[in-house]
């Protein structure tokens, strides 16, 4: 993790984690990569946050002012899923939301073996960009209401 005041220069704050998003909450910074999900008010200190799914890489993360979003993918030997090992027999979770700060976490899966490589909150609404092991020319478009 680094930190910088201007976006030009930056120092080294924290290291040791595969950390691959981070965001914003309003009040302190959530980072989160191959499972270790971590909270930090003032980007210096961490702290590790308890979560109920093991073994995801969270690769996105977004917030709006009521829920935290956390979305990503399993890794199988360094790799994700569909990439090279096929999927797992049980879709399993791939994302977190929870609505108090991380205190309590509910689990949602975006349609089978699609994985988030980032989120955003505007306009009301989480968007998700990703990809999935589809067939040449198709693609998909996933929202919420």
Do not use: K
Request: with cysteine; net charge negative; glycine share 14%.
């Amino acid at each position: 993790i680094f930190t910088s005041p201007d976006g030009a220069v930056w120092d080294e704050m924290f290291r040791g984690e595969d950390l691959y998003t981070i965001v914003h909450d309003g009040s302190r910074f959530i980072a989160a990569g191959f499972s270790p999900v971590l909270s930090s008010f003032d980007g210096f200190n961490w702290t590790e946050m308890h979560t109920p799914v093991e073994g995801v890489d969270y690769l996105s993360a977004a917030a709006s002012a009521s829920a935290l979003v956390l979305a990503g993918g399993y890794p199988c030997s360094g790799l994700l899923y569909y990439a090279s090992c096929g999927t797992p027999e049980t879709l399993l979770p791939t994302g977190l939301i929870s609505t108090d700060g991380g205190m309590s976490w509910d689990l949602f899966l975006i349609d089978g073996e699609y994985q988030s490589r980032g989120l955003a909150f505007g306009n009301g609404q989480f968007v998700s960009v990703g990809q999935s092991p589809q067939f040449a020319g198709e693609g998909a478009i996933y929202t919420a209401d």
